[in-house]
């Protein structure tokens, strides 16, 4: 009789118990890999989770755009999707398997890679930010990020990788096989001045708070698009192409608060006052809310640099 009792209670309580509430995964997630030395941060946004077609775009999947979640599925609680892409080339097909859930109020979950171990990763919830006016915030002491002697106050991005890069007649440069490299300190709102040129068929960036990356790209001539100069990488179009010729010494003038940014390039405003919804592919620090480093890309073909100015932006 006892024992009877027992049953029936226990299984009252596990009637009782609510199940996983889809609306919750809802929202703008910033998102930590554990135990990677790509030092990657991605980002997550999934809408009508509670509905027959929830939609998500997603920043993390190889190829570093912000791609849209064409199969996303939530069942109780539980998102799952995935990316793959067929064999090219030299390159051989692939598929990424994603899922996700909230547990105590962060997205916990993993990414099964075909052929390798699975890898967990933890999201919190985005800030919401309130749209800056930089134009009301006072400007501190500018500081010289590069000093035209040597690489002092920036390191490589992965743990124990050489520092490759070089300075020649006052000019940082990268070299075959370099990495990007980041500053020590880090900054929360502030303008920056880069002078900076490119090879042909050359691009690299500029990651703010190590978080949001401006495209740098050889891209003469060509339309205006999400993934060329002065661009917030496949985030933000800009309103022309203001590039030089390869070669060429450019310049780009950053202003960043909150997640508010404007960027001049080769003295032409292409972006005026554009909210940021989230991180791009350069992300290294998924801290949205607090100061972050400066980023170059090394990666991806010859650059140059002869002066990064940074100055603070402080609000009254």
């Avoid at 991605?42 to 809408?47: A, D, G, N, S």
């Amino acid at each position: 009789m006892q024992r009877r009792t027992f049953l029936a209670v226990a299984s009252s309580s596990l009637t009782l118990k609510a199940a996983p509430d889809a609306k919750d995964i809802n929202g703008r997630w910033d998102i930590t890999v554990q135990d990677d030395n790509q030092k990657r941060a991605w980002w997550l946004e999934i809408k009508g989770a509670q509905t027959a077609a929830p939609s998500g775009s997603f920043v993390g999947a190889p190829g570093g755009n912000c791609d849209p979640v064409t199969d996303l599925a939530i069942k109780d609680g539980e998102a799952r999707w995935s990316f793959s892409r067929p064999a090219r080339g030299n390159s051989k097909a692939w598929k990424n398997s994603y899922k996700a859930l909230v547990r105590d109020g962060k997205l916990v979950g993993t990414v099964e890679v075909e052929g390798e171990k699975s890898v967990q990763w933890t999201g919190v919830r985005a800030p919401q930010f309130h749209k800056s006016d930089i134009s009301l915030m006072k400007s501190g002491q500018p500081i010289e990020l590069f000093n035209r002697r040597d690489v002092s106050g920036w390191r490589a991005l992965r743990d124990n990788a050489p520092m490759l890069w070089k300075v020649e007649n006052g000019v940082l440069k990268n070299s075959a096989g370099t990495t990007d490299i980041v500053s020590e300190r880090k900054f929360m709102d502030f303008f920056m001045h880069v002078e900076y040129r490119v090879g042909e068929h050359s691009n690299s960036g500029i990651g703010l708070r190590g978080r949001y990356e401006v495209q740098i790209l050889e891209d003469f001539g060509k339309p205006a698009n999400t993934h060329g100069n002065g661009a917030l990488y496949s985030r933000i179009l800009p309103t022309s192409n203001a590039s030089k010729r390869a070669g060429e010494w450019q310049t780009l003038d950053i202003s960043l608060a909150g997640n508010t940014v404007s960027v001049v390039l080769n003295k032409i405003k292409i972006i005026d006052n554009k909210e940021i919804d989230g991180l791009t592919a350069i992300a290294i620090d998924p801290n949205e809310a607090e100061p972050g480093p400066i980023v170059l890309q090394g990666d991806h073909g010859p650059v140059e640099f002869r002066r990064i100015s940074l100055t603070p932006l402080l609000r009254n």
